[in-house]
């Protein structure tokens, strides 16, 4: 089956399980719609080997050797909401070769192997409430295989030389590991890290190689095959998820206090507000906390409600100990300014109870808070 057909099918089956992963349900923040990604790294080539029954001369298998080179490649893909994630990818990877084994004398070689085409990957997001989002994915596609100068030789001798740079196509294959951080200051964009396992299909096209003598002179032609061509690369770059929200210009932790004075019930509510994923005070919330703190010693105050929450943003098992967190964080702020530890209740409530309905996976200031409540 040629590698187009191969490519075709492996498209298919990609859309097929992407579609399919589309009606399931998944925890954490998953990417939704498009995105684009940029990445670049090290390529670390693996020897590849000569067929030994396409040589001229003695049937020994040659293994060309490279240094490690440059990765490179660009994305577009979309996030289907639940983890999963299809991308559309052009890489490239360059290698120049070291040297060449398997003569029973010494010989030098030279010349660059390239790899450029396009491959499709199917992606998954863990997303598990940590700093970074670990995701792992499989690729396939149609790679273009360059030898650009390949020569061997050995001085005054027989040396073969292919005439400047011969390109062949391969299907190729790869697996992908990878970590995520989100860039909080631009929504939507994240670093990435990765590393990648490129194969090619073995065996691999033909090179048509020409053997020359010190003189010149054409020895002999033929066509050559090589196997098991693996490529290994480390990459970081960046990925932007398009078309996300952007929170409100105004900062939540310059917001008024919104006192809550129920008639049926004398109490008052302190609202503080914090950036996302942190739980740590601003000043003003120090501010609002130690007018809360002055107002509980003027009233008859029996108990002081410090309840934590969280955007709907992360997952929900993360988002509720980081409602707690922030309410331990009040919480101490009121002893320091000399509240009582007997007089505080507190409880962390997660992504439940949203002062702003919102979508799951929106970064919503406003929910973000502890709310103080005098009773």
């Known amino acids: 089956m040629p590698w187009v057909d191969r490519l075709t099918l492996g498209l298919t089956a990609a859309v097929l399980l992407a579609s399919l992963g589309h009606a399931q349900t998944a925890p954490g923040t998953p990417l939704s719609g498009p995105y684009v990604s940029l990445g670049a790294g090290v390529s670390v080539q693996q020897d590849i080997i000569r067929d030994p029954s396409a040589s001229p001369g003695p049937l020994h298998p040659k293994w060309w050797q490279f240094d490690p080179g440059a990765a490179a490649d660009f994305s577009?893909?979309?996030?289907?909401?639940?983890?999963?994630?299809?991308?559309?990818?052009?890489?490239?990877?360059?290698n120049?070769?070291?040297?060449?084994?398997?003569?029973?004398?010494?010989?030098?070689?030279?010349?660059?192997?390239?790899?450029?085409?396009?491959?499709?990957?199917?992606?998954?997001?863990?997303?598990?409430?940590?700093?970074?989002?670990?995701?792992?994915?499989?690729?396939?596609?149609?790679?273009?295989?360059?030898?650009?100068?390949?020569?061997?030789?050995?001085?005054?001798?027989?040396?073969?030389?292919p005439p400047g740079r011969q390109i062949v196509g391969d299907f190729a294959y790869q697996g992908i590991v990878g970590l995520s951080y989100?860039?909080?200051?631009?929504?939507?964009?994240?670093?990435?890290?990765?590393?990648?396992?490129?194969?090619?299909?073995?065996?691999?096209?033909?090179?048509?190689?020409?053997?020359?003598?010190?003189?010149?002179?054409?020895?002999?032609?033929?066509?050559?095959?090589?196997?098991?061509d693996f490529d290994h690369t480390v990459m970081v770059g960046l990925r932007y998820s398009l078309f996300q929200p952007r929170p409100p210009v105004a900062s939540p932790a310059a917001a008024p206090v919104v006192p809550e004075v129920p008639a049926a019930s004398p109490t008052r509510t302190y609202l503080v507000f914090f950036d996302w994923d942190r739980a740590d005070l601003t000043d003003r919330a120090r501010q609002i906390i130690?007018?809360?703190?002055?107002?509980?010693?003027?009233?008859?105050?029996?108990?002081?409600?410090?309840?934590?929450?969280?955007?709907?943003?992360?997952?929900?098992?993360?988002?509720?100990?980081?409602?707690?967190?922030?309410?331990?964080?009040?919480a101490a702020e009121l002893v320091r300014d000399g509240v009582s530890d007997d007089e505080i209740v507190m409880k962390g409530f997660g992504e439940s109870h949203p002062l702003v309905p919102t979508a799951p996976g929106v970064r919503e200031p406003q929910n973000r808070r502890v709310e103080v409540i005098l009773q």
């Open 76 to 94: 577009l893909g979309w996030g289907f909401g639940n983890g999963l994630r299809l991308d559309f990818e052009a890489p490239f990877v360059a």
């Open 96 to 161: 120049k070769v070291r040297g060449v084994a398997g003569y029973a004398g010494p010989r030098r070689a030279g010349g660059v192997e390239m790899k450029y085409g396009g491959m499709v990957n199917l992606m998954y997001d863990f997303h598990l409430g940590l700093p970074v989002t670990p995701y792992v994915g499989i690729g396939a596609g149609g790679i273009e295989l360059a030898h650009d100068h390949f020569n061997s030789s050995t001085p005054g001798f027989i040396y073969p030389e």
């Open 182 to 228: 989100d860039l909080a200051f631009v929504p939507g964009l994240a670093m990435t890290a990765e590393y990648r396992f490129l194969g090619l299909l073995d065996p691999q096209p033909g090179f048509h190689t020409t053997d020359y003598n010190a003189a010149g002179d054409v020895l002999a032609s033929n066509n050559a095959r090589y196997s098991n």
């Open 290 to 330: 130690a007018e809360a703190a002055t107002a509980s010693a003027q009233v008859e105050t029996t108990q002081i409600e410090v309840n934590g929450y969280t955007d709907l943003s992360g997952s929900a098992a993360y988002n509720k100990r980081l409602s707690i967190r922030r309410a331990e964080s009040v």
